[in-house]
């Protein structure tokens, strides 16, 4: 099974309020490049398809967090449709924002490589959380704590103001979570210096 086919493959298993069959038709469309476009221009998942493996590693992260026995005794209890939203839907505000371009570097001997890259061109400059749920809710409603989940999702790595985040954190904890599980993908299921120390 492709990546693509298990992302659709647990959309439309977890994900069944209405709106949502609405949502995969403009993801699966030649209009949207969400099964193509990376995750980042230079960081985690900066290629092709990586927007793809991050919202899937994400949502591995966050299943297993929320059923590990400390989430569990926190009272951490979700449905399996609202961790498929959160977890596989959170970074849509990348749909559409990376252009193919290249630069040139020096190789090992010196020489000038022309290098393939990706340069973030936002047409839509909504911010980023809070464009993944603007984009969402253009075709289904999210309940409160989802919203806040996504819109909060990057944590303290944001440039947010941190009293925002906390409160956010204290009052959803959906949010921290799906927060948890993205900082996990990002930074060590996705990151070069741990790849390399695997």
Known sequence: MTNKERFIDIFKSKVTREGAD?????????ACDFFVAPASSRFHSAYEGGLLDHSLNVYDCLVSYL???RAKSLGFSYTEESIAIVALLHDLCKI?????G?????????????????????QLPYGH??????????YMRLTRE????IR????YSSTEDARNVSAAFEMFPLAFALSVADS???????????????
């Open 67 to 69: 059923n590990s026995e």
């Open 184 to 198: 996990e993908a990002t930074y060590y299921l996705e990151s070069d210096k741990y790849k390399k120390n695997k």
């Open 146 to 149: 989802e919203a806040f989940a």
């Open 102 to 122: 290249f630069r040139n570097v020096k190789d090992e001997k010196g020489a000038w490589q022309r290098v393939d890259t990706f340069e973030y061109d936002d």
């Open 22 to 30: 609405k949502l995969l038709d403009y993801l699966t469309s030649p």
């Open 129 to 138: 959380g809070e464009k993944s749920v603007y984009i969402i809710s253009g």
């Open 152 to 155: 909060y999702h990057m944590g």
């Open 96 to 100: 559409g924002v990376y252009k193919k």
